[in-house]
């Protein structure tokens, strides 16, 4: 113990102690600077690398929604709602503009139903002017005023019918194999065998001296007919079918008392409008993914369903087109950065995550419902498939 306290008593000579005075000065400055040096490279560290990004929440809006009823009454197409049935159904909301921002100069709705052997249509649209010239079945209807009936039975975006009429009661129908978007084949030519259409006028046509009401058109396709664009053979009793309908509408001007697309200081014809029943949010009536949902009711009608009753995923599934429409568009142009999956969002409460997979023939969207367990699939053509 002695030895340990004269060896912590011990006093180093002078020339020692300046010694270590310097060495422990160099080495506090040297520490200071270590200190300093990491602190920054912590920082730069830290603020450069990558932060996780939140889930962002967003907002869908749903397409609407229609319930059509069952009838044992017999429908005459005359262009006329007089009857029974037809007095008794539900009318769908007024049309909208296509993109859902702007007000339609004039109402426009529709109601439907359905028997044994066919699916009924009837339209009213208000309009003090009735007008039309193109005569010709299968010409491109919308130069004129007209109304449409877009569907497609399975909802896979794919397969579906276009059908339009003017006032004179020409018709143009025809089957698009898939949108635009995936360069169909257009089947101008093909006709629906068996359908019956009429239109009333409430004034005169092609009279710009009168005022009128409105016209209406009436519609009937045989089962048989709209079969052909689904993989059923019997009417979807319960079932629901993606639809849609738009009005077309231009502004006029008559020469020599005879109505024509109205034209600019420079010749061109003026934009015509849209109406539609469910806004597509964008001119474009052809994205499937955003047309309405048609619910076929029961034969008893016991069964009460309610009118805005959508399938549980339709949100997922417009959000996974969302996704889809926005890689078609990067993958086909080379100045838009590649959108990164996997792609985490929520809706509503809901999480929400797509991935892509990719195959030898091309890439596929997935997500998965959290509410269902259902899974679906885009491909890259946009086709919808579901697996349970």
Known sequence: MKTLYKFLSFKPPLSLRLFLKSTQSFYNKSMNLIGHCFCGLFLIFFSCAPTPKPKVNIEIQLPKSYVTRFTNDKI?????DDEAAWITTEWTDSFVDIEGVKTPKFETQIKMLWDETHLYFFSKMKDPHVWGNLKQ??????????FEIFI??????????EIEIN??????????????????????QWDIKGL??????????????DIDQFWSVEIAIPWESLLEADKGNKPPEGQTWRMNFSRVFWDFEIVNH????KKDAQGKHLSEYNWVWSPQGVINMHEPEKWGFVHFAPKSGAEKIHETAYPDDAAL??????????????SRNSNKSKIKFPIRESHQGSGFVLEQIITPVGTILKSKSLKTGTTYYINQEGKLTVRP
């Open 76 to 80: 005459t197409v005359d262009g006329k």
């Open 137 to 146: 079945r299968d010409t491109v209807i919308f130069y004129n005023n007209d």
């Open 152 to 161: 497609d039975p399975d909802g896979d975006t794919h397969n579906y019918m």
């Open 167 to 188: 006032a004179l009661n020409t018709v143009w129908d025809l089957f698009l194999t898939k949108p635009y978007r995936n360069h169909p084949k257009v089947l101008d």
């Open 196 to 209: 019956q259409s009429k239109v009333y006028v409430s004034g005169t046509i092609n009279d710009p001296l």
């Open 258 to 261: 005879t109505y024509h697309r």
């Open 317 to 330: 599934v417009l959000w996974m087109y969302h996704h889809y429409r926005a890689t078609l568009v990067s």
